[in-house]
């Protein structure tokens, strides 16, 4: 405390009065610094809760971001997993309850190989990418990135082949039946020549493992597959000849195919182009478009379109990859996706479709038109239906009944009795 320089002589009462009032002074002054410094505090502790407030909620805003991408990313997978496994085990188990002149024929036999290659090819790959999802280190093991990339070559070149072999065995039941018995086409034939797909497969899927070529993580981190852009002469050859011996199984399923629907629509025509009467017409074509006919029509058709659309993307994608050399991540994804989806699809045409949908629109349909029609049912019934539904193989017979219809005369009819030998009236 410092007292004026020219203080007036004082007395000492007057003297300690007026050092009270400075101290009081100064007093009174310091709770107002005090304030005045708390209240900067709390300024900038507010300041910093709210700066941290805001960094926590952007942290906050950001996982769950993340969390709704991962569960859209893993949703797929895991969706498709279900699905190709259910769709299969159901085949499965409608195969197993069919009638047993149909389990000895050689396309029974090859549809249950479709669907147990399908099932099998599904519950591999499926968890591998998966567990992919949860834990981006599952594949890039190299060990696991190979088996990876085998199990898609193989089932994909597998499904393929064994869908050709089915398409094929059509077209020589229809088309070729002579060379279909001299060949003794039955179930034993078709399981050597599955054995035969197998094994072949497995030994070209394993060439990238040998050296040939090599499996590398995909840009996207989720599968694995060769390296299909690499420039090195020998893993190029590899990639082009997957590709073509992949393109040369779909043209040969979609020929195939239509070959057969040709023969069906040709025998149509000619069946009903003949110079009889209209009710022999009527009867006949009720006869070809039974339900042998119709479900193969359309289960050809189908093939044709599903093998297309899900196995031409991942072709392109390989040609492509092979001879343009740019990185296009997300077509190889979408390509392999899409390849994906058939095994899922395949169940549902061959099996389910074809036994259940059809059976019971024509059933409803036959219905239909008996009640509107003048003649008996049971005339129509014995015309040629029995025949074709007790029989092993279906089209092959539905091709030789039409064969002899086309040879007799108009008047020409079966008998209830025996519909082995024709009558004359």
Same mark, same amino acid.
């Given at each position: 405390? @410092?007292? %004026? =320089?020219?203080?007036?002589?004082?007395?000492?009462?007057?003297?300690?009065?007026? /050092?009270?009032?400075?101290?009081?002074?100064?007093?009174?002054?310091?709770?107002?610094?005090?304030? &005045?410094?708390?209240?900067?505090?709390?300024?900038? $502790? =507010?300041?910093?809760?709210?700066?941290?407030?805001?960094?926590?909620?952007?942290?906050? &805003?950001?996982?769950?971001?993340?969390?709704?991408?991962?569960?859209?990313?893993?949703?797929?997978? *895991?969706?498709?997993?279900?699905?190709?496994?259910?769709?299969?085990?159901?085949?499965?188990?409608?195969?197993? /309850? +069919? @009638?047993? =002149?149909?389990?000895?024929?050689?396309?029974?036999? &090859?549809?249950?190989?479709?669907?147990?290659?399908?099932?099998?090819?599904?519950?591999?790959? +499926? %968890?591998?990418?998966?567990?992919?999802?949860?834990?981006? #280190? /599952?594949?890039?093991?190299?060990?696991?990135?190979?088996?990876?990339?085998?199990?898609?070559?193989?089932?994909?070149?597998?499904?393929?082949?064994?869908?050709? #072999?089915?398409?094929?065995?059509?077209?020589?039941?229809?088309?070729?039946?002579?060379?279909?018995?001299?060949?003794?086409?039955?179930?034993?034939?078709?399981?050597?020549?599955?054995?035969?797909?197998? *094994?072949?497969?497995?030994?070209?899927?394993?060439?990238? $493992?040998?050296?040939?070529?090599?499996?590398?993580?995909?840009?996207?981190?989720?599968?694995?597959?060769?390296?299909?852009?690499? =420039?090195?002469?020998?893993?190029?050859?590899?990639?082009?000849?997957?590709?073509?011996?992949?393109?040369?199984?779909?043209?040969?399923?979609?020929?195939?195919?239509?070959?057969?629907?040709?023969?069906?629509?040709?025998? @149509?025509?000619?069946?009903?182009?003949?110079?009889?009467?209209?009710?022999?017409?009527?009867?006949?074509?009720?006869?070809?478009?039974?339900?042998?006919?119709?479900?193969?029509?359309?289960?050809?058709? $189908?093939? +044709?379109?599903?093998?297309?659309?899900?196995?031409?993307?991942?072709?392109?994608?390989?040609?492509?990859?092979?001879?343009?050399?740019?990185?296009?991540?997300?077509?190889?994804?979408?390509?392999?996706?899409?390849?994906?989806?058939?095994?899922?699809?395949?169940?549902?045409?061959?099996?389910?479709?074809?036994?259940?949908?059809?059976?019971?629109?024509?059933?409803? +349909?036959?219905?239909?038109?008996?009640?509107?029609?003048?003649?008996?049912?049971?005339?129509?019934?014995?015309?040629?239906? %029995?025949?074709?539904?007790?029989?092993?193989?279906?089209?092959?017979?539905? $091709?030789?009944?039409?064969?002899?219809? #086309?040879?007799?005369?108009?008047?020409?009819?079966?008998?209830?009795?025996?519909?082995?030998?024709?009558?004359?009236?």
């Amino acid at each position: 405390m @410092r007292l %004026p =320089e020219k203080v007036p002589l004082l007395t000492p009462y007057l003297l300690l009065q007026e /050092v009270q009032k400075e101290m009081h002074s100064q007093i009174l002054d310091r709770p107002r610094q005090i304030s &005045l410094s708390n209240t900067r505090l709390f300024l900038a $502790m =507010e300041s910093l809760n709210i700066t941290h407030g805001s960094v926590s909620m952007n942290e906050t &805003l950001v996982q769950h971001s993340q969390a709704s991408k991962f569960e859209t990313a893993i949703a797929l997978p *895991i969706f498709m997993f279900v699905g190709g496994a259910i769709g299969n085990i159901i085949a499965i188990i409608v195969l197993s /309850v +069919s @009638r047993q =002149e149909r389990k000895s024929s050689a396309f029974y036999t &090859l549809v249950c190989g479709l669907a147990v290659t399908d099932l099998l090819g599904t519950c591999l790959a +499926s %968890p591998l990418t998966i567990a992919n999802y949860m834990d981006k #280190t /599952v594949l890039t093991v190299q060990h696991v990135c190979e088996f990876h990339s085998f199990l898609l070559l193989f089932f994909g070149l597998t499904g393929l082949s064994i869908i050709c #072999t089915m398409a094929a065995e059509r077209y020589m039941s229809i088309c070729c039946p002579y060379t279909y018995q001299r060949w003794g086409v039955d179930r034993r034939f078709a399981q050597k020549f599955l054995f035969f797909i197998y *094994i072949s497969n497995i030994f070209f899927c394993c060439l990238p $493992m040998m050296g040939m070529s090599k499996s590398e993580l995909q840009p996207s981190g989720t599968w694995c597959f060769i390296d299909w852009g690499t =420039e090195e002469p020998v893993a190029a050859a590899y990639t082009v000849l997957y590709g073509s011996v992949s393109l040369l199984l779909i043209l040969g399923t979609i020929l195939l195919n239509l070959a057969v629907c040709g023969a069906l629509l040709l025998m @149509r025509q000619r069946t009903v182009q003949r110079p009889v009467t209209r009710a022999s017409v009527r009867d006949r074509w009720r006869a070809l478009s039974s339900a042998a006919e119709t479900q193969m029509m359309a289960v050809l058709v $189908m093939t +044709s379109a599903v093998v297309l659309a899900c196995s031409a993307p991942l072709v392109v994608r390989a040609f492509a990859n092979c001879f343009i050399l740019k990185n296009y991540p997300n077509a190889d994804l979408a390509a392999i996706r899409i390849a994906a989806v058939n095994p899922i699809l395949d169940p549902w045409i061959y099996i389910l479709l074809r036994r259940s949908l059809f059976r019971k629109l024509l059933k409803l +349909s036959r219905q239909g038109s008996s009640t509107r029609s003048t003649s008996s049912p049971t005339s129509q019934a014995t015309l040629f239906y %029995p025949v074709i539904v007790r029989d092993s193989h279906v089209i092959t017979q539905l $091709m030789c009944n039409a064969n002899i219809m #086309t040879q007799l005369p108009a008047t020409a009819k079966f008998t209830s009795y025996d519909t082995e030998s024709p009558r004359q009236t």
